[in-house]
Structure formats: C-alpha cells, structure tokens
C-alpha cells in the first residue's frame, strides 16, 4: 500500500509494518489513467485489488475493503495510509495466515 522504504516482517503468521513507505499507492486521483474502474464497473468486470496487507473489491459504489491481513491494524496499517475512504465489508475477513507462513500452505 506504500513505496518507497517499506519494511514488513513475516512471522508467525501474521504481518508486520516495521517501516512504511514514503509514497501511499491508493490515492483519490492520479496523473495518468492506465485502467478505467468506471468502465470496469459497466461491463461488469469482477476487480480485487490485493497488496500486502488487504484485498479490495471494486463495487458499483467504490472500492471495498474485504479483507485485511493477521497481525494488521485496520486503522493505522490500512485507513490512514490511503488517500480516499474505502466502503469497509460488514463481513471483514482475515487473510488466510498461511500466505504468512514459512512452510507449504497444503493446497491441492
């Protein structure tokens, strides 16, 4: 969710921000349009956002945080390092820890 000097550590499967970066990734406007949401949303598109820490789901009505990670905090890992408000889930859910696990996740 941030550039530029971020530091995470990953242990026990959880997520940790040591340092954050010096440049926020989800901002409310841009300099240059590679992907339209917009057009995204029209043709029905499905679009998740995922990053290090939370996923995202691009709704008719924003962005929508579905997911954050073990060991993250909502309001200082997440909210205050983007640059808009996302619609949070009534079902927020965890990460699978496992991503945050050294050994093989067992999947079939």
Do not use: C, H, W
């Amino acid at each position: 969710m941030t550039a530029g000097g971020l530091k995470v550590e990953v242990k026990d499967g959880k997520l940790s921000i040591l340092e954050e970066g010096k440049v926020k990734k989800l901002v409310n406007t841009v300099q240059q349009i590679t992907f339209s949401g917009r057009f995204a949303n029209e043709t029905e598109q499905t679009v998740l956002y995922i990053t290090e820490r939370a996923v995202f789901r691009l709704t008719k009505d924003g962005m929508m945080l579905t997911e954050i990670a073990p060991g993250v905090d909502l309001q200082k890992d997440v909210l205050d390092q983007m640059g808009f408000t996302p619609i949070i889930a009534e079902d927020l859910k965890r990460m699978d820890a496992r991503i945050f696990r050294e050994e093989l996740m067992g999947l079939a």
